[in-house]
């Protein structure tokens, strides 16, 4: 199946940096979301995008969907220690029984 | 609560041994999913089922089975002819072509 491209792999960071996390696809897609996993754990929905251009924040959290539906990114701001974990961006397209496509994934690891 | 269960958190397999995982969910959703997810890996596609009594395989469905009896449940077997079943094990469900939401996963080790 087909993968997102997801960069980067991993990142460390020091507590009250800013992150920036982002996924590219050859084929477009109507939504992008992004997910975090804590190990362990399955992963949990963080932002969802529907349109090209959206903006969207959730808290400390900010995601784009990309102008041209082949790409989004994830900011974080002020990162502190809870935001350790995995992070990917999955792209879903309308009439795809499969659905989401995933990204391989963020590994981010926030130092004190 | 309204949400996705999965059991149990930590299944062992011996060989050739059949193991089949639980996951349930009351979120009215019609269709489910089976990922695997391997160490430092992403998620990979089982199986998923749109409708009960009806489900097709994903990239990776070899040496594994699954039933859509209910639509709150779809098992998954790990059979014995899956020659490397460790790994994690997610369980996701949504209303048709929609955001899914994941289980909390099953962790199967072999002995």
């Known amino acids: 199946g087909q993968q997102l491209n997801q960069s980067p792999q991993s990142m460390f960071i020091q507590e009250g940096e800013d992150v920036s ?69 999955a792209g879903l397209l309308s009439g795809s029984a499969r659905q989401l496509t995933f990204g391989s994934g963020t590994q981010l690891t926030v130092l004190p | 609560d309204g949400g996705i269960t999965q059991s149990p958190k930590y299944l062992f397999r011996k060989e050739g041994q059949n193991v089949t995982l639980s996951c349930e969910q009351n979120l009215n959703h019609d269709a489910m999913y089976w990922y695997r997810q391997d160490p430092g890996q992403g998620l990979r596609l089982i199986y998923y089922s749109q409708i009960v009594n009806d489900f097709q ?46 289980g909390p996963g099953t962790r199967l080790l072999v002995l």
């Open chain 1, 21 to 89: 996390m982002n996924c590219t696809s050859s084929s477009i897609f109507n939504t992008w979301l992004w997910y975090k996993q804590d190990p362990g754990e399955g992963p949990v929905l963080l932002i969802a995008l529907y349109k090209a251009g959206e903006l969207t924040s959730n808290g400390r959290l900010t995601a784009q969907f990309g102008i041209t539906r082949k790409d989004s990114f994830l900011n974080i701001s002020a990162s502190i220690p809870s935001d350790v974990g995995i992070y990917f961006c």
């Open chain 2, 57 to 102: 395989k994903g990239d990776i469905a070899e040496g594994y089975s699954v039933s859509r009896e209910k639509k709150e449940s779809f098992p998954l077997t790990v059979t014995s002819a899956q020659k490397n079943p460790t790994a994690f094990y997610l369980c996701a469900s949504s209303m048709v072509q929609e955001t899914q939401y994941f």
